[in-house]
């Protein structure tokens, strides 16, 4: 078998090329809505026609919730209605059949832990509605019984109403009519029976999809049946809503009026369109409302294909609960409607009121990014793929003869033996050891990819010990699910299963992977997962995970990738080191793991402008370590286009080049002297500020608050940043306005923030926030601003990798506000390990200046960690000149600062007043 399983495989491989070659993506592959038979059974519905009606007198309140039926009046099915209030201002809703024929799916491993309920008290209820309190001040949450709607309200504001468009739908599970066992017509009788409802049920009309589906030559076998839900959201007074990535598109979501929703499905799209609803990797289904007073959120816990429905509304009609409502005229709102194929309702409501306080509130559900090795956050070196280990040495010596930072080198699938993951290619990789013992004596890495899908091959152990183990994925029939990819015939692991997450998570011990090293990391591809020859180029959904159908677990398969693969990176440290693993499919919680890509780009200027959106959205979302492949994966950038998407890529959290198999080496000294000095001077920028980066990723860590923001999230009540998204703030600090356009001789940025300054990192030049500065540019030009009031900390010694430069002194950048004041942070550890947290070993200093102090205090006096480190340099921009400059240490002793003073820059820097980077002190300007 394995001769002929070889031959199809290089057959494949040649198809698979040529296929990836095309101009664009071949959208006849994947479905739209119309093709979708639960998307448009649900599309077809209209508003204001709800069958719904809630129970009030099926009441119910405990401790943690409260509960309610619904019943469906065409159909006499009920559902259960579980309100809970969560700790933090947050609202959970969750919706299941009442007694569902079997149990339906309900999403697993996602939350970190059970939220904390907080108890909910009835304030008022008559026939038609019931009033609940959610305990902040005039927060409410009223049910309407007749149709069926939820509202929560602030006072006299309505905040957020659910099922106000009567789009809420709930197929039931159900006996096919055509069985012999169905003795009810159309099923669900025992559900209507059970409740006592002697209506008059309405025969529910059978239509095309139901039970089967078909998608060109792909069968979908549905033996549960029609099994989709939906509800619609009103945000009254909110013109724009953000979020529900991976989508190649702006920032603020579009109205889908008139075209497809939005699609939430793991798909393996290459070289993707731009401005398109389409689906593409990974999958967050968590939308984000935003207006000038209020932040709110709303995470759509449901790992089954889901499409999202945005429209824009003038006119709320308030219902009779909502007398006390003052206004019901006409306001702006955004309606949003989810639809998704199967499982229950189960929606969190994060009611802010800040940006900040979403961020919080969805991370207290899902965990925070993980804080990665410094080293991660330098520069990394792929394509698919460099060719053996001279090639790599070649590449490793390139560098330093162009005296340019690198971190790490990656390489792609054609390292292995015949694509056998965990493996080496005998010929070209024969010593891994070696090379990677090479890298760790320059103090750099290493990345191989490790994709989950494994070749069928009885030579292979990896196969035959998922195999013995029975931890396949199964087909509809029991058999172990074979697809082709890269190896040819593929069994796909069942990584839901928490034995085959374990037993993958072994695999990575020295001893089992051959050939790896301590400075060896992880990449996951192709972990939609990707299945050539099927659907969609995806797995079957009628294929088996354990009792459950891929349909309902679909959008989980890349997360539970991820998970095992960083368990088994931390396992085999003995949980010491902080692992890397890269994953290009994702969902929500899929942040606690490491690091996502935007996919398969293309050489092209909309591409570069599109990574900015792209990497914005998942910051909203709670996944920070976000870039997208420098240069473009598909096709040959030029010269320009690749300088320019150095810059960009320089100031985006995940820095890593990597193209096509198919397209010319591009190494960043391939391009010419002069562009190879651009490129060498934006790395070296992105190693110089090193210490923010790695400091916001710590803050990302701790609190959940993004590392890549929009604009509006630091400046909620401006208007004019709503939309903007080809600028961006890293932190609060640094405002990025890339040059992405070709041939452009200059930019416009927007500086907010009025009565702010914002001096250029380059120039130090000040310039008057809440205005457009028109900034003429050049090649050497990716303009760059810190904002006054704010100090951030850099290495301005540049070495031949991160870890070269670990105890190498500080820069600290004082920028005044037009107060004269500033403050920041700095943050050290090893870099590496989990000590910071177990052991406290970690220095976590406040910085502040004012009235010409600038003093360093500790913010974790319970933590115990040294660093050789030193502070080398002060510079304080937006400064006047000092007499003198004298320096307190904390044993009370005093000495002179040397320092010159710029007037024409107003710049005044303080040299080598060598104190350690842990130290209390205090400079004092006369």
């Known amino acids: 078998m394995a001769p002929s399983i070889d031959r199809m495989g290089r057959v494949l491989m040649v198809l698979l090329v040529l296929w990836f070659s095309v101009e664009a993506v071949d959208r006849g592959n994947f479905k739209t809505c119309e093709q979708s038979a639960f998307c448009k059974r649900q599309r077809e519905l209209k508003p204001g026609q709800s069958p719904y009606r809630a129970l009030l007198d099926t009441l119910e309140l405990s401790d943690s919730r409260i509960t309610l039926q619904l019943i469906n009046d065409n159909n006499k099915v009920r559902l259960l209605l579980e309100l809970y209030r969560l700790q933090g201002n947050m609202t959970r809703v969750k919706i299941n059949e009442l007694k569902p024929l079997r ?55 309505v905040l957020l109403s659910l099922n106000s468009r ?20 159309a099923g669900g009788s025992e559900n209507a029976e059970d409740a006592g409802d002697k209506g008059e049920k309405i ?6 999809g139901m039970w089967e589906e078909t998608f060109k030559t792909h069968s979908d076998s549905k033996p549960n049946g029609p099994t989709s839900i939906s509800l619609d959201f009103s945000f009254p007074a909110v013109e724009h809503v953000y979020g529900i990535p991976e989508h190649a598109d702006t920032l603020k979501l579009k109205n889908t009026d008139g075209s497809d929703p939005y699609r939430l499905y793991n798909l393996d799209v290459f070289q993707y369109e731009l401005h398109n609803p389409m689906a593409l990797y990974g999958s967050v289904p968590v939308l984000i409302s935003h207006n000038a007073q209020r932040t709110m959120g709303v995470f759509w816990l449901n790992a089954a294909e ?16 909502l007398d006390f409502v003052q206004s019901s005229g006409e306001v702006p709102q955004t309606d949003v409607r989810w639809i998704s194929e199967s499982g229950i309702i189960d929606v969190f409501i994060m009611l802010g009121p800040t940006p900040s306080d979403v961020f919080t509130q969805y ?10 090795p410094l080293s991660t956050l330098g520069y990394h070196q792929c394509r698919w793929n460099y060719n053996d280990q001279e090639d790599v040495k070649a590449v490793d010596q390139g560098f330093d003869e162009h005296d340019i930072p690198l971190d790490f080198i990656w390489l792609d699938i054609e390292h292995t033996d015949g694509k056998r993951y965990f493996t080496w290619d005998p010929q070209k990789f024969p010593q891994p050891k070696e090379m990677l013992q090479g890298l760790m004596e320059k103090r750099r890495k290493m990345v191989t990819i490790v994709d989950p899908h494994i070749k069928v091959d009885s030579g292979y152990r990896i196969h035959n010990e ?110 010491t080191e902080r692992p890397f693993v890269l994953s290009r499919a994702f969902f929500a919680g899929s942040q606690r793991y490491g690091a996502i890509w935007t996919g398969d780009n293309a050489a092209e200027w909309g591409h ?63 391009f010419g002297p002069e562009n190879t000095a651009l490129i060498r001077e934006v790395i070296q920028q992105r190693y110089r500020l090193l210490p923010y980066w790695y400091q916001l990723f710590y803050n990302a860590y701790r609190t959940g608050q993004p590392v890549m923001r929009a604009l509006w999230v630091e400046y909620p009540e401006d208007p004019a940043t709503f939309a903007i998204e080809n600028e961006y703030l890293i932190g609060k600090d640094l405002l990025v306005h890339p040059v992405t356009d070709e041939g452009a001789k200059s930019i416009t940025a927007y500086l907010p923030g009025k009565g702010e300054v914002w001096y250029d990192v380059h120039t130090l030049q000040k310039h008057e926030g809440a205005q457009n500065l028109h900034i003429p540019v050049t090649m050497s030009s990716i303009p760059v601003f810190q904002r006054g009031g704010s100090i951030i900390s850099r290495k301005d010694r540049i070495r031949r990798s991160s870890s070269c430069m670990d105890n190498d002194p500080y820069t600290l950048y004082v920028a005044l506000s037009a107060q004269a004041t500033a403050e920041g942070e700095l943050y050290v550890d090893d870099f590496h390990t989990f000590n910071f947290e177990k052991e406290k070993q970690f220095i ?59 007037s024409e820059a107003s710049v005044l820097t303080l040299h080598k007043p060598g104190i350690n980077a842990g130290a209390d002190w205090t400079v004092m300007l006369q």
């Open 103 to 157: 149990p339906r799916y309900e999403v697993r491993d996602v939350l970190v832990a059970d939220p904390t309920t907080k108890p909910m008290m009835v304030v008022s209820q008559d026939k038609n509605s019931v009033v609940l309190s959610l305990g902040a001040d005039q927060q409410r949450l009223i049910v309407s019984a007749q149709p069926f709607r939820l509202d929560i309200v602030d006072g006299p504001e």
């Open 166 to 185: 009567g789009l809420l739908a709930f197929e039931h599970l159900r006996l096919r009519k055509d069985t012999k066992q169905d003795t009810e017509g």
């Open 203 to 208: 025969e529910e009309e059978e239509k095309p």
């Open 306 to 321: 889901t499409w999202v429905d945005i429209s824009s509304s003038t006119v709320t009609v308030f219902g009779e609960m």
């Open 363 to 372: 991370a207290s559900l899902t965990g925070t990014q993980a804080f990665p």
């Open 466 to 575: 998922i195999r013995s183990k029975n931890l396949y994925v199964k087909s509809k029939d029991g058999a172990d699910y074979e697809g082709w990819c890269w190896p040819g015939s593929a069994g796909y692991p069942d990584f839901t299963n928490p034995e085959m997450r374990a037993w993958w998570a072994s695999q990575f011990a020295y001893d089992q992977y051959k050939g790896s090293m301590e400075n060896l990391y992880t990449w996951n591809d192709m972990n939609e997962p990707s299945v050539f020859n099927g659907p969609e180029v995806t797995m079957h959904k009628d294929a088996l995970l354990g009792s459950w159908e891929n349909r309902e677990v679909h959008n989980l398969y890349g997360l539970y990738v991820h998970m095992a693969t960083a368990e088994g990176l931390i396992q085999r440290s003995g949980g």
């Open 608 to 670: 570069l402008k599109m990574s900015i959106p792209m990497c914005l959205s998942l910051g909203l979302v709670g996944i920070s370590f976000c870039g997208a492949d420098v240069g473009g994966f598909f096709k040959h950038p030029s010269a320009e286009l690749l300088v320019r998407w150095y810059q960009a890529g320089a100031y985006q959290p995940f820095f890593r080049s990597h193209a096509h198999l198919d397209t010319p080496r591009r190494e960043p000294w391939l």
């Open 844 to 902: 976590h200093r406040q910085l502040l200046f004012s009235d010409n102090v600038l003093s360093s205090s500790n913010l974790a006096p319970d933590s115990k960690f040294t660093t050789a480190a030193w502070i080398e340099k002060v510079i304080i921009i937006g400064a006047t000149r000092p007499s003198s400059v004298s320096l307190k240490t904390a044993d009370g002793a005093e000495s002179a600062v040397e320092f010159d003073f710029d």
